[in-house]
Protein backbone atom coordinates (compact mmCIF):
# COMPACT_ATOMS: atom_id res chain seq x y z
CA UNK A 1 0.00 0.00 0.00
CA UNK A 2 1.13 3.45 -0.90
CA UNK A 3 -0.13 6.46 0.43
CA UNK A 4 0.37 9.73 -2.29
CA UNK A 5 -0.30 13.11 -0.35
CA UNK A 6 -0.28 16.59 -1.49
CA UNK A 7 3.50 17.65 -2.15
CA UNK A 8 2.23 21.14 -1.05
CA UNK A 9 2.64 20.05 2.62
CA UNK A 10 3.02 23.22 5.78
CA UNK A 11 3.42 22.90 9.25
CA UNK A 12 5.89 19.50 9.16
CA UNK A 13 9.30 18.68 9.75
CA UNK A 14 11.61 18.64 12.88
CA UNK A 15 10.75 16.54 15.72
CA UNK A 16 8.77 19.57 17.25
CA UNK A 17 5.04 18.89 16.83
CA UNK A 18 5.64 19.03 13.13
CA UNK A 19 5.87 22.82 13.55
CA UNK A 20 9.34 24.22 11.32
CA UNK A 21 11.49 26.75 12.78
CA UNK A 22 12.71 27.74 9.25
CA UNK A 23 10.56 28.58 6.38
CA UNK A 24 12.19 27.25 4.01
CA UNK A 25 11.45 23.79 5.24
CA UNK A 26 7.78 23.59 3.31
CA UNK A 27 6.79 25.22 -0.08
CA UNK A 28 4.34 26.95 1.76
CA UNK A 29 6.03 28.43 4.56
CA UNK A 30 8.90 29.66 1.84
CA UNK A 31 6.45 32.61 0.77
CA UNK A 32 6.59 33.89 4.21
CA UNK A 33 10.28 34.67 3.58
CA UNK A 34 9.79 36.29 0.18
CA UNK A 35 6.88 38.64 1.54
CA UNK A 36 8.82 39.02 4.69
CA UNK A 37 11.57 40.94 2.40
CA UNK A 38 8.99 43.61 1.40
CA UNK A 39 10.09 43.65 -2.17
CA UNK A 40 8.30 43.82 -5.24
CA UNK A 41 7.78 40.32 -6.51
CA UNK A 42 5.54 37.84 -8.39
CA UNK A 43 3.82 34.49 -7.96
CA UNK A 44 2.25 31.93 -10.11
CA UNK A 45 -1.58 32.88 -10.14
CA UNK A 46 -2.38 29.85 -12.75
CA UNK A 47 -1.50 26.46 -11.20
CA UNK A 48 -3.53 25.63 -8.36
CA UNK A 49 -2.29 23.57 -5.27
CA UNK A 50 -3.99 22.33 -2.29
CA UNK A 51 -2.18 22.97 0.46
CA UNK A 52 -2.33 20.11 2.65
CA UNK A 53 -1.43 20.23 6.75
CA UNK A 54 1.11 17.55 7.89
CA UNK A 55 -1.51 17.16 11.03
CA UNK A 56 -4.26 16.03 8.36
CA UNK A 57 -1.65 13.48 6.61
CA UNK A 58 -1.15 12.17 9.66
CA UNK A 59 -4.69 11.32 10.96
CA UNK A 60 -5.03 9.71 7.11
CA UNK A 61 -2.21 7.57 8.22
CA UNK A 62 -3.36 6.74 11.20
CA UNK A 63 -7.02 5.62 10.41
CA UNK A 64 -5.24 3.86 7.45
CA UNK A 65 -3.60 1.26 10.20
CA UNK A 66 -6.33 1.08 12.69
CA UNK A 67 -8.55 -0.12 9.71
CA UNK A 68 -6.01 -2.36 7.98
CA UNK A 69 -5.18 -3.86 11.90
CA UNK A 70 -9.12 -3.86 12.66
CA UNK A 71 -10.76 -5.03 9.48
CA UNK A 72 -7.42 -7.53 8.91
CA UNK A 73 -7.06 -9.09 12.42
CA UNK A 74 -11.69 -9.82 12.22
CA UNK A 75 -11.10 -11.24 8.09
CA UNK A 76 -14.64 -9.51 7.66
CA UNK A 77 -15.45 -9.73 4.17
CA UNK A 78 -17.58 -6.73 4.09
CA UNK A 79 -14.53 -4.30 5.04
CA UNK A 80 -12.53 -2.16 2.01
CA UNK A 81 -9.73 -3.19 0.66
CA UNK A 82 -7.04 -0.79 1.49
CA UNK A 83 -4.49 -1.88 -0.96
CA UNK A 84 -2.88 -0.07 -3.85
CA UNK A 85 -2.21 3.67 -4.33
CA UNK A 86 -4.54 5.66 -1.78
CA UNK A 87 -4.70 10.01 -2.17
CA UNK A 88 -5.12 12.20 -0.11
CA UNK A 89 -5.15 16.43 0.24
CA UNK A 90 -6.69 19.41 0.81
CA UNK A 91 -10.19 20.35 -0.61
CA UNK A 92 -9.09 23.88 -0.24
CA UNK A 93 -7.29 25.10 -3.54
CA UNK A 94 -4.98 27.98 -3.96
CA UNK A 95 -2.01 29.47 -6.72
CA UNK A 96 0.54 30.92 -5.08
CA UNK A 97 -0.30 33.92 -5.60
CA UNK A 98 -3.44 33.30 -3.51
CA UNK A 99 -0.81 31.65 -0.93
CA UNK A 100 0.65 34.70 -1.11
CA UNK A 101 -2.56 36.74 -0.35
CA UNK A 102 -3.33 34.82 2.86
CA UNK A 103 0.62 35.11 3.74
CA UNK A 104 0.14 39.06 3.66
CA UNK A 105 -3.03 38.95 6.35
CA UNK A 106 -0.99 36.60 8.64
CA UNK A 107 2.45 38.65 8.68
CA UNK A 108 0.79 41.80 8.76
CA UNK A 109 2.11 43.97 5.99
CA UNK A 110 -1.23 44.87 3.80
CA UNK A 111 1.20 47.41 2.05
CA UNK A 112 2.26 44.27 0.06
CA UNK A 113 -0.79 44.14 -1.66
CA UNK A 114 0.46 46.74 -3.83
CA UNK A 115 3.49 45.33 -4.56
CA UNK A 116 2.79 41.80 -4.96
CA UNK A 117 2.06 40.47 -8.34
CA UNK A 118 0.19 37.60 -10.05
CA UNK A 119 1.95 36.18 -13.10
CA UNK A 120 -0.13 33.67 -15.76
CA UNK A 121 3.43 32.04 -17.29
CA UNK A 122 6.07 29.70 -15.36
CA UNK A 123 9.08 31.87 -14.37
CA UNK A 124 12.67 30.42 -14.90
CA UNK A 125 13.46 27.13 -13.40
CA UNK A 126 10.16 26.68 -12.23
CA UNK A 127 8.69 23.05 -12.13
CA UNK A 128 6.71 21.99 -15.27
CA UNK A 129 3.37 20.85 -13.90
CA UNK A 130 -0.04 20.49 -14.32
CA UNK A 131 -2.56 23.51 -14.03
CA UNK A 132 -4.68 21.06 -11.34
CA UNK A 133 -2.85 18.41 -9.41
CA UNK A 134 -5.54 17.40 -7.08
CA UNK A 135 -5.52 14.23 -5.89
CA UNK A 136 -8.34 12.49 -5.66
CA UNK A 137 -9.41 11.48 -2.17
CA UNK A 138 -12.84 10.13 -2.96
CA UNK A 139 -12.25 6.87 -1.62
CA UNK A 140 -10.91 7.31 1.70
CA UNK A 141 -13.16 9.92 2.66
CA UNK A 142 -15.98 7.69 2.05
CA UNK A 143 -15.14 5.22 4.58
CA UNK A 144 -14.32 7.88 7.05
CA UNK A 145 -10.89 8.02 6.58
CA UNK A 146 -8.59 11.21 7.60
CA UNK A 147 -10.08 14.53 9.56
CA UNK A 148 -13.37 15.20 9.87
CA UNK A 149 -12.64 18.84 8.07
CA UNK A 150 -9.51 20.27 6.29
CA UNK A 151 -7.09 22.38 8.51
CA UNK A 152 -7.93 25.55 6.85
CA UNK A 153 -4.68 27.28 5.20
CA UNK A 154 -5.13 30.31 7.15
CA UNK A 155 -5.53 28.66 10.57
CA UNK A 156 -2.62 25.81 9.92
CA UNK A 157 -0.24 28.64 8.60
CA UNK A 158 -1.31 31.32 11.89
CA UNK A 159 0.14 28.62 13.82
CA UNK A 160 3.31 27.72 12.33
CA UNK A 161 6.44 28.94 14.64
CA UNK A 162 8.45 29.84 11.33
CA UNK A 163 5.87 31.97 10.58
CA UNK A 164 5.08 33.28 14.20
CA UNK A 165 9.53 34.46 14.13
CA UNK A 166 8.95 36.22 10.63
CA UNK A 167 5.75 38.59 11.77
CA UNK A 168 7.74 39.12 14.90
CA UNK A 169 10.77 40.25 13.48
CA UNK A 170 8.34 42.74 10.81
CA UNK A 171 6.59 43.73 14.21
CA UNK A 172 9.82 44.83 15.68
CA UNK A 173 11.57 46.39 12.78
CA UNK A 174 8.13 48.84 12.68
CA UNK A 175 8.44 49.68 16.42
Sequence with gaps: MLLCACLYFYGLTELNNGNPSHVDESAVTCIARTIAKQEPCKFDDWS?????????????????????????????????????????????????????????????????????????????????????CHLDSTFLRQYGIGPKQDTPLLEGLASVRAIKNIKEKLLSAHT
Design 48 to 132: VRYPTHVADVAVVIRDIVLRRCCYSSKRESSSPEFVGVLQWSSQEKYTKFAMAQVMIDILGVPHMRNIVSPISDSLPGAATRPQD
